[in-house]
Each structure stands twice: as C-alpha cells, then as structure tokens.
C-alpha cells in the first residue's frame, strides 16, 4: 500500500508534465514565435510567447530565483503529501498536491531546458495574458488547495498534514 502512495503519484505527476511539454514542443514547431492561430475568432487563439518570468510575466528574468521557488513548492508539496494519513478524508488534499506538482515540474522543465517557459493559451476576447497547461494545474490545484483550507479542513487536520499522526491530541 505504501508504494501504491508513491508510486502512482509519481507516474501522475510524469503524466501531467509529459502532457505539459508535448503540447509544447508542439506548439515551437509549428508555430513561430509570437505568432498566434485563432480557435474561436476574437476569442480564443493559440499564441507562442517565451515567458521569462512567472504568472503575468511578474519576475521576468528571475530565473534563478523561480527555480528555488519551484523546487521549494516541490519539497513543501511533497513533504505534505508524504505526511497525510492515507484516509479518504485527506484524498483531495493529496490529488491537489498532485496536480499542484506535476504543473510545477512542467514549468521548470523549461526554465532549466530554455531559460523561459513556452506560453501558448491566449483568451484575446478578456485580453488575459498567455499561459499553458502546467499553468492550469497549477492553478487548479491552488484553487482546490483553497477551498479545502476554507471549507473541509480544521486545525487537526493541518497538524496532521504536517506530521503530527495524532492530530494535535495528547
């Protein structure tokens, strides 16, 4: 059972981030930089930028630190996920820290291969700046992390989550 909790995630987050970088390198090769191809007219269109920082460009050309920031979510992610009962309850903390880490490692792939990250999804009709699919795990996941810190989970269950196995209880 203790394998399953390791061994699956893995090939999921290898999943996530396999997805990822196919869809990037498909994207390079056969569209030019900052070029873009219309899905939906005026909508929606697939436009390839080189983002050097990170959600809105925000740190542009901080590579090096966006690096130690990825790796520090990988470790804090991984550390929790390792650190939860493997109970029902904590299942969607789990699948979220999943998520979470397969669309990091998609990202640093490409800081650490390019120096950038590859851009691709771009919602012209709200002018919402260009991102990709790692970016949507990661975002997700957030979100979903989010909602179970307001709507499921209590302080127990957070002592728990970072290796108290008796939940704050003598």
Do not use: H
């Not at 460009?57 to 790796?71: C, P, S, V």
């Amino acid at each position: 059972m203790k394998s399953r909790k390791i061994i699956l995630p893995i090939i999921i987050i290898a999943i996530l981030a396999l997805a990822d970088q196919i869809i990037k390198f498909i994207v390079v090769k056969n569209i030019d930089l900052y070029d873009n191809i219309p899905i939906i007219e005026g909508v929606f269109e697939i436009t390839y930028i080189r983002n050097t920082g990170s959600a809105w460009g925000i740190l542009a050309g901080k590579t090096t630190f966006l690096l130690i920031m990825t790796l520090i979510v990988f470790l804090v992610s991984g550390y929790v996920y390792n650190n939860i009962i493997d109970i029902p309850k904590y299942k969607p903390m789990r699948i979220c820290l999943v998520i979470l880490i397969g669309g990091a490692v998609g990202n640093m792939i490409d800081r650490i291969r390019l120096g950038y990250v590859i851009d691709y999804l771009y919602f012209k009709l709200i002018d919402f700046p260009v991102f990709n699919l790692a970016d949507i795990f990661v975002t997700i996941s957030l979100l979903g992390i989010l909602i179970l810190i307001i709507f499921k989970y209590n302080n127990s269950d957070f002592d728990i989550m970072i290796g108290d196995k008796k939940g704050g209880c003598p």
